[in-house]
């Protein structure tokens, strides 16, 4: 199975400030069909995850360009510029190239 | 707008079955596969598998053959996941979700004695 390796496990954040989220992958994420299946999301406690980033880069409905993904292959990084007190929760990296799918472990990001 | 709404909370003993919906609307629901993911309480997400809606054809991630069945009502726009003979391990919160877009609010099902 593709392991998701996401770094770091928590944030400390400013608000205004700027995060960085990595996440690495144990195989690349380049399908066959030459798309990358890797999206991002945000979990708010007691909230189901809300889609942020699909595909690495494309962000999704509704969603400000304080939020941009970016990679290739098997490294990726989400960044959130100017965080906001709604910007906090758990991000999950989740790849959707090969079977099993498989999700990353999760960052939290708390306020300093 | 898409949604899809989930059955509430449920709580079982060791040993029982529990059938969980998920309804969607404001698409065509045989349009889009349903997955399904595990969250234990305090833990991260895992995918459980999918459903093809258009076939009714399950597929199953590893940890999650043998006892745990997806599957349709498709006139109603429903998915299902029915787990038997519960363990506690089983205690989680369950999402369907239309990925990589739209999810469930989840459903809370709590296995103990």
């Known amino acids: 199975d593709v392991v998701l390796t996401q770094t770091p496990v928590s944030l400390l954040i400013s608000l205004g400030g700027q995060a960085s989220i990595s996440c690495r992958s144990s195989?690349?994420?380049?399908?066959?069909?030459?798309?990358?299946?890797l999206h991002w999301y945000l979990q708010k406690p007691g909230q189901s995850p809300q889609l942020l980033i699909y595909?690495?880069?494309n962000r999704f409905s509704g969603i400000p360009d304080r939020f941009s993904g970016s990679g290739s292959g098997t490294d990726f990084t989400l960044k959130i510029s100017r965080v906001e007190p709604e910007d906090l929760g758990v991000y999950y990296c989740?790849?959707?190239?090969?079977?099993?799918?498989?999700f990353g472990a999760g960052t939290k990001l708390e306020l300093k | 707008q898409i949604q899809l709404v989930q059955s509430g909370p449920e709580l079982k003993k060791p040993g029982e079955s529990v059938k969980i919906s998920c309804k969607a609307s404001?698409?065509?629901?045989?349009?889009?596969?349903m997955h399904w993911v595990k969250q234990a309480p305090g833990k991260g997400l895992k995918w459980m598998g999918w459903?093809?809606?258009?076939?009714?054809?399950?597929t199953y991630a590893d940890d999650f053959k043998g006892r745990f069945v997806f599957s349709l009502e498709a006139s109603a726009s429903t998915a299902n996941l029915q787990i038997s003979n519960l363990k506690n391990e089983d205690t989680a919160t369950y999402f369907c979700?239309?990925?990589?877009?739209?999810w469930g609010q989840g459903v809370m099902v709590t296995v103990s004695s």
């Open positions: 979700a239309r990925f990589p877009d739209y």
């Open positions: 404001g698409y065509t629901f045989t349009d889009y596969a």
């Open positions: 459903i093809n809606t258009y076939t009714g054809k399950p």
């Open positions: 195989q690349s994420l380049v399908h066959s069909n030459g798309n990358t299946y």
């Open positions: 595909q690495v880069s």
């Open positions: 989740l790849q959707r190239t090969h079977n099993p799918y498989t």
